[in-house]
C-alpha cells in the first residue's frame, strides 16, 4: 500500500477509536494517528514519512555539499599545484566517499533521527519523548523493508514512545492514537499487500 491509504486508514482507525473512548481533544491525536499509521515504513527509502523527515537536512546537506565542494576543489588544486598531489587527490577521494554516502535517502534519515536525539537530549534536558523518536528513526532507517518495524515489538516500542510523548505534552489520546495508528499500518498491509508481514 502507499503512504496515502496508510494515512487514511490510519486516520480513520484512530478517529473511530477517539470517538469510542469519549475523547475530547480529536485533533492532535488525529495527527499522532496520521504520523503513526506512516511510520513502520521508516525502513523504507521511499516512504511518505522517510520523505518528509530527512527532506530539511537533505536541504541543508545539499547547501554544504556546495560550499564543500568549492572548497575542496579549490584546496586539491593548490595541493597538486604545490607538489603535493598525493594528498590532494586523497581529499578529492575521501569527498567523493562521503557524497556517494549523504547521496543515499536512508543515510540522511539516519543522521536525522540522531540529530533529533541529540537535540531531545541537549536543547530539552533529557526530554526522553524526543530522544527515543530519534533513536527509532535512527534505526529504523538501517533495516530492511518490512522486517523488524513490521512487528508487534516495533509496535510496543512505538507505543511506549507514544505514552512518552502522551506524558511529557500532557494531552490525553496520543498514546491510544499513536499505538492504534501503527497498528493499523500492519494490519493494512496483511490484509492488502501480497507480501505479507512477519508479525513476531
Given amino acids: 500500500m502507499d503512504g496515502k491509504s496508510h494515512v487514511i486508514v490510519g486516520l480513520f482507525a484512530t478517529g473511530i477509536t477517539m470517538y469510542a473512548t469519549n475523547n475530547d481533544a480529536m485533533t492532535v491525536p488525529l495527527i499522532v494517528g496520521a504520523i503513526s499509521s506512516l511510520a513502520p515504513d521508516l525502513d523504507h527509502h521511499n516512504g511518505s514519512l522517510t ?3 530527512s527532506m530539511p537536512l537533505k536541504i541543508l546537506f545539499s547547501l554544504l555539499f556546495l560550499a564543500v ?3 575542496i ?9 604545490s607538489g603535493s598531489w598525493i594528498y ?3 581529499i578529492f577521494l575521501l ?4 557524497v556517494s554516502w549523504l547521496r543515499n535517502l536512508k543515510a540522511i534519515l539516519m543522521l536525522t533521527g540522531l540529530l533529533i536525539a541529540f537535540i531531545g537530549w541537549f536543547a530539552f534536558y533529557g526530554n526522553w519523548s524526543i530522544i527515543a523518536v530519534g533513536l ?8 530492511k523493508h518490512r522486517g523488524p518495524t513490521h512487528s508487534l515489538y516495533f509496535l510496543a516500542i512505538w507505543s511506549g514512545i507514544c505514552y512518552l510523548l502522551q506524558t511529557d505534552l500532557h494531552t490525553n489520546g ?7 495508528g501503527y497498528f493499523s499500518h500492519l494490519l493494512a ?10 508479525w513476531l
Fill in 51 to 53: 520523505k518528509k523527515v
Fill in 189 to 198: 498491509d496483511q490484509l492488502f499487500t501480497k507480501q505479507r508481514i512477519k
Fill in 174 to 180: 496520543l498514546w491510544l492514537a499513536g499505538t492504534v
Fill in 95 to 98: 569527498f567523493i566517499i562521503c
Fill in 69 to 71: 565542494t568549492l572548497f
Fill in 136 to 143: 527509532f528513526i535512527a534505526v529504523s532507517s538501517r533495516l
Fill in 73 to 81: 576543489v579549490i584546496k586539491t588544486g593548490k595541493l597538486i599545484y
Fill in 88 to 90: 590532494g587527490i586523497s
